[in-house]
């Protein structure tokens, strides 16, 4: 059964100060990991679909990054606007005729100034 | 407007009612789909319409219908529903295929008296 873990479940970091939220997986072929933001009373907002390991994405102060067995998104230099839920998720046979996303718990990132 | 639009934004409702709700997407996309988001869980896939065919999720109670009348819109019909369906709703539409992203709208908050 495909299963996706994310660690840790909250962060709380000073402005300025660097780190990496991490996204374990375990898939019967990978087919797409996914990485999303998600701001509190909103829908989860897509930043970005990582295929194969050694891809790296970036965006802005976000590079997600992923290995055969996990994915890390790195926040370098955080500013307050970057506190928000970062989920995860890996694409997975969901039917015979279909492929669905299972996401992880989420890390509960704040960023104080 | 643009992206993936979910009215209402807020529901309260008794176990007895029947309510809808409503999902439209303005993407061009060719599936569409229901999450569950509750506290402290990850999103659960409720529902797949692909290309307009409905992929079945069994785990689903039938207290909840889905219907998708064409590609661009989505509905979620509610009834008899109990005090743990209370959670947020999400509405998400993607291209079909393996590996594409979901973009979602912001959800409905469901509370059940």
């Known amino acids: 059964e495909d299963q996706v873990t994310q660690s840790p479940e909250a962060l709380r970091l000073q402005e300025g100060e660097s780190s990496s939220l991490n996204c374990s997986y375990t898939?019967?072929?990978?087919?797409?990991l996914f990485w999303y933001r998600q701001d509190p009373g909103k829908g989860p907002e897509f930043l970005f679909t990582?295929?194969?390991a050694g891809e790296e994405k970036e965006k802005e102060r976000l590079k997600a990054t992923l290995t055969k067995k996990e994915s890390f998104l790195h926040i370098t230099a955080p500013k307050p606007e970057d506190s928000a839920t970062y989920l995860c998720?890996?694409?997975?046979?969901?039917?015979?005729?279909?492929?669905?996303?299972?996401f992880g718990k989420g890390t509960s990132l704040l960023v104080t100034p | 407007e643009t992206g993936v639009t979910q009215t209402p934004r807020h529901l309260v409702m008794g176990m007895t009612n029947k309510k809808s709700l409503k999902c439209e997407q303005h993407?061009?996309?060719?599936?569409m789909y229901w999450y569950k988001q509750s506290a402290k869980k990850p999103l659960e896939l409720m529902f797949v319409?692909?290309?307009?065919?409905?992929?079945e999720n069994n785990s689903v109670p039938s207290r909840f219908s889905p219907e998708c009348p064409n590609s661009s819109h989505l509905f979620l019909h509610l009834h008899t529903l109990q005090p743990e369906d209370s959670a947020l709703y999400l509405c998400?539409?993607?291209?079909?295929?393996?590996?594409?992203?979901?973009?979602f709208g912001d959800g409905t908050r469901l509370s059940i008296l």
């Open positions: 998400a539409s993607s291209q079909e295929g393996v590996g594409q992203p979901q973009h």
């Open positions: 898939v019967s072929g990978l087919r797409g």
């Open positions: 990582l295929y194969s």
């Open positions: 998720a890996v694409h997975s046979r969901y039917s015979n005729s279909g492929y669905a996303l299972n």
């Open positions: 993407l061009g996309h060719n599936a």
């Open positions: 319409y692909s290309l307009e065919e409905r992929v």
